[in-house]
């Protein structure tokens, strides 16, 4: 081997490990280049049938060295491919418990989009571990639901702890749902029947009606007495509401004026909850007037004591009565125009 040769073997030589002691096992060369290539590659490979490596170092003048550590470095030189390996299978561990937090939330997505519509019973299992109502409330408002709203279903809600708010969104939950289903194509479907115009309504006043409790455009309230059949069939109940606006209202005044209430009617509630129009024709009630009265004493008080003639103001200050509708009364209404009622 040249100088040249020599030179670059002892120059890899020195590029080893310096913590492993190596020897020298062979070097070969290749007639040489006169572009010498001094980026030198290390190679690492396992000697097959051997507990020892070769680490070669090639150059592009095809010169190649080989050298042999002890057995016991094989340990040393095999510690960073340890660390290498444990990396990724960390990095490897990761990615798994990702993946799997992923197909776990894509699991729950799905079970939650396919879910079965709420019920009673559900909501009385919800209410057992006393989550707050805003809680129930809001799983309901975000689940289907087919709720049983009947008397005995909600007294039994009631008796098993659920809080009345909660009760109520199930009812509107209901209400919603009916609201948007379509109309049933049942052929005994019954069509809407027709209140002729002019229907008459006997109402009455279930309470007393105050001149001086009421003001411009309070509504007042009648119920109706008799109920209302067309064919033979109901379409508005007996103890059905009637309402009335009042337009007037005042209550007795100075020097015995009386009092007045004028008001007229509107609707009343048919069988389906719509509201039937009625004519709105005027009612108009007065208190006692004591004005008369009043007027005489003063004269009689004035005529008899001139000295104590102020004395008469006095009575000046008596008021009239005020209006009252009697709780009880009596009143004939009419329908006004035809109107259409759903009956099922």
Wanted: charged fraction near 20%.
């Amino acid at each position: 081997m040249s100088a040249i040769h020599s030179a670059v073997a002892a120059s890899l030589y020195r590029r080893t490990p310096k913590y492993i002691p190596v020897t020298l096992i062979e070097a070969s060369q290749s007639p040489w280049p006169y572009n010498l290539n001094y980026d030198l590659i290390p190679h690492y490979r396992v000697e097959p049938g051997c507990l020892s490596f070769r680490i070669d170092w090639h150059c592009d003048c095809q010169f190649h060295l080989a050298i042999q550590p002890p057995i016991w470095s094989f340990t040393i030189m095999m510690r960073p491919i340890s660390l290498f390996l444990a990396v990724l299978l960390l990095l490897q561990t990761a990615f798994v418990v990702v993946t799997g937090q992923s197909i776990a939330r894509k699991d729950l997505h799905l079970s939650e989009t396919t879910t079965t519509p709420l019920t009673n019973q559900d909501v009385l299992i919800l209410a057992k571990p006393k989550l707050t109502p805003e809680v129930i409330i809001a799983k309901i408002k975000t689940s289907p639901c087919a709720f049983e709203v009947s008397p005995a279903e909600l007294q039994e809600l009631k008796t098993g702890g659920v809080p009345d708010e909660v009760i109520t969104a199930m009812v509107e939950a209901v209400r919603l749902s009916n609201a948007g289903a379509p109309e049933s194509s049942d052929p005994q479907r019954i069509e809407p029947l027709q209140i002729p115009d002019g229907t008459l309504v006997e109402i009455e006043a279930p309470y007393r009606v105050n001149s001086k409790e009421f003001k411009p455009n309070d509504e007042i309230s009648f119920r109706v007495i008799n109920p209302i059949k067309i064919n033979g069939v109901t379409v508005i109940d007996q103890g059905a509401t009637a309402t009335g606006r009042i337009e007037k209202a005042k209550r007795g005044g100075h020097f015995g004026k009386a009092g007045l209430l004028v008001w007229t009617m509107q609707t009343v509630t048919a069988v389906d909850g719509s509201q039937v129009p009625l004519r709105t024709v005027q009612e108009r009630l007065r208190g006692d007037s004591k004005a008369a009265k009043v007027a005489t004493q003063m004269v009689v008080t004035g005529a008899l004591l001139l000295f104590i003639a102020p004395v008469a103001l006095l009575h000046g200050f008596k008021r009239g009565k005020d209006a009252f509708i009697p709780a009880g009364k009596r009143y004939e209404v009419f329908v006004n125009g035809q109107a259409a009622v759903k009956v099922k």
